[in-house]
């Protein structure tokens, strides 16, 4: 590729339009055993001793800016994470999200007192079965009474990642360690977590806020599939509730000081192993 390289001429006497004459009558050639960045540099380095070395270490195979890059004002960057935020909760709201301060001020979370009734949530516990026949691929209970249970048990640690992360509205929890004694023995269904309690439903329909610091907590998986029931059959006052207690099942612990986070959050959350010597 060739560039040729002129010198101005007085536009008053000829054509702005017509070619200018050569200098020297002399052509600047480059091409690729000869680029113009290299060449450009080596030539104008006057303050290194070695131009090629200078060169091959500041400059070849790098991105230089020949700028600085403009940067956006605070006040700018402030102003688009307004404007984000508002588009998110018009988003929010028009898909019916509710948020928790407005859940809140509803009282969404509060029961009355006719609600707080343990038969009232034995199907959420039913449904919740169900979710853990699937989520931890349980197979169905054989045909005919079972001489061992324990030989039909799952494997626990592989099961370990992924009740730390599922979603535990509608397990039955027992609180089996704490530094509060009054707490030790309450147990029932979970109807709301937050990120440092358990509200739970007893069997003799109390409503009980159960704090996760400074407590062990137990809950009960079943070792064979559970289909979810229909809530005719699992609240139908001739038949008595039937939980996960009362079919064979697996107990594992939950340390409530490793366990303050939301639903939602422990999800995606990535835990680790740690020892722990409290209670």
């Known amino acids: 590729m060739a560039f040729m390289s002129y010198r101005a001429v007085d536009s008053g006497r000829k054509d702005i339009y017509s070619e200018l004459p050569l200098i020297n009558n002399e052509r600047l050639k480059f091409d ?13 380095v006057t303050r290194s001793t070695d131009p090629a070395q200078a060169y091959a270490s500041r400059v070849e195979g790098r991105q230089i800016l020949l700028d600085n890059p403009v940067r956006e004002s605070k006040a700018k960057k402030a102003r688009e994470e307004q404007r984000a935020k508002r588009v998110s909760e018009r988003a929010r709201k028009a ?7 407005e859940g809140e001020q509803r009282g969404v979370w509060k029961l009355r007192k006719e609600e707080t ?40 640690a592989g099961m370990h990642a992924k009740l730390i992360k599922a979603d535990f509205h509608g397990a039955v929890v027992t609180v089996r360690r704490s ?32 704090p996760k610091q400074n407590s062990v907590f137990v809950f009960a998986v079943p070792i064979y599939a559970t289909p979810a029931l229909p809530p005719q059959a699992s609240s139908s006052p001739s038949h008595p509730p039937r939980t996960v207690l009362d079919m064979p099942h697996i ?11 939301r639903a939602a959050e422990r999800a995606g959350r990535k835990f680790k192993h740690k020892e722990t010597i409290e209670l």
């Open 32 to 44: 690729s055993s000869t680029p113009f960045i290299p060449s450009y540099v080596k030539r104008n």
């Open 95 to 101: 898909a019916g999200i509710m948020s928790r301060r």
């Open 117 to 156: 009734k343990f038969l009232l949530f034995v199907p959420l516990h039913s449904l919740w079965l169900g979710y853990m026949s699937e989520l931890l691929s349980l197979s169905p209970q054989p045909a005919g009474t079972v001489s061992d249970p324990a030989a039909a048990m799952p494997g626990a």
């Open 179 to 210: 530094k509060n004694p009054c707490l030790v023995g309450i147990s029932g269904i979970v109807v709301h977590e937050t990120e440092n309690s358990f509200k739970v439903i007893t069997r003799k329909d109390q409503l009980k806020l159960i």
């Open 251 to 261: 107990e594992f612990e939950l340390y409530g000081n490793h366990f303050c986070f």
